[in-house]
Antibody
Framework: QVQLQESGPGLVKPSGTLSLTCAVSGGSISYNNWWSWVRQPPGKGLEWIGEIYHSGSTNYNPSLKSRVTISVDKSKNQFSLKLSSVTAADTAVYYC????????????WGQGTLVTVSS | EIVLTQSPGTLSLSPGERATLSCRASQSVSSRYLAWYQQKPGQAPRLLIYGASSRATGIPDRFSGSGSGTDFTLTISRLEPEDFAVYYCQQYGSSPPRYTFGQGTKLEIK
């Protein structure tokens, strides 16, 4: 059973860069799956940020594309998110996730980590 | 970009009752690309239904999904206390954004 665990600073200053890492266990990041980041502002709905394949191919949400970079480290079986020029609107719980076994949905989620943007 | 609109925003029911949640898309969605999730406070979402009507692994058969085109429904046949949560529909896009979600329906105890 694949398990995902997010890690990174819980507080980021405005105009700074948010950096998170997702450690994958119970399976290889090199399997034929896409790995995603999804966020959820407090009390609000879900927003897909972007995804990466083990080859390094990425897709990003057009609304965030200019500020987002997702990368993969196959040697550590993990992938990472960087979001630049953050504002208070980027305060959210950030989830790393993997597509479901049948595709077209998200079948595996990390527990999520709250990142607050504040000075 | 396809927009998903869920209704109602809040649904107040009692255990044992039947719940019907709606998800309407701004344009036609392939049934293969429609999924439903359950989210409880402080937890990550959990995949319930994929392909509009297929239950994910371990999901009780009181949960069912149906629909096609622009109208999709999640039905919970007899509510259990643990079913009270927020439910999201999601569609998969052939181009980014890959996943878009409805705004959610909160199912609360009456």
């Amino acid at each position: 059973q694949v398990q995902l665990q997010e890690s990174g600073p819980g507080l980021v200053k405005p105009s700074g860069t948010l950096s998170l890492t997702c450690a994958v266990s119970g399976g290889s990041i090199s399997y034929n799956n896409w790995w995603s980041w999804v966020r959820q502002p407090p009390g609000k709905g879900l927003e897909w940020i972007g995804e990466i394949y083990h080859s390094g191919s990425t897709n990003y949400n057009p609304s965030l594309k200019s500020r987002v970079t997702i990368s993969v480290d196959k040697s550590k079986n993990q992938f990472s998110l960087k979001l630049s020029s953050v504002t208070a609107a980027d305060t959210a719980v950030y989830y790393c996730a993997r597509e479901g076994d049948r595709g077209y949905s998200i079948g595996y989620w990390g527990q999520g980590t709250l990142v607050t943007v504040s000075s | 970009e396809i927009v998903l609109t869920q209704s109602p925003g809040t649904l107040s029911l009692s255990p044992g009752e039947r719940a019907t949640l709606s998800c309407r898309a701004s344009q036609s969605v392939s049934s293969r690309y429609l999924a439903w999730y359950q989210q409880k406070p402080g937890q990550a979402p959990r995949l319930l239904i994929y392909g509009a009507s297929s239950r994910a692994t371990g999901i009780p058969d009181r949960f069912s999904g149906s629909g096609s085109g622009t109208d999709f429904t999640l039905t919970i046949s007899r509510l259990e206390p643990e079913d009270f949560a927020v439910y999201y529909c999601q569609q998969y896009g052939s181009s980014p954004p890959r996943y878009t979600f409805g705004q959610g329906t909160k199912l609360e105890i009456k």
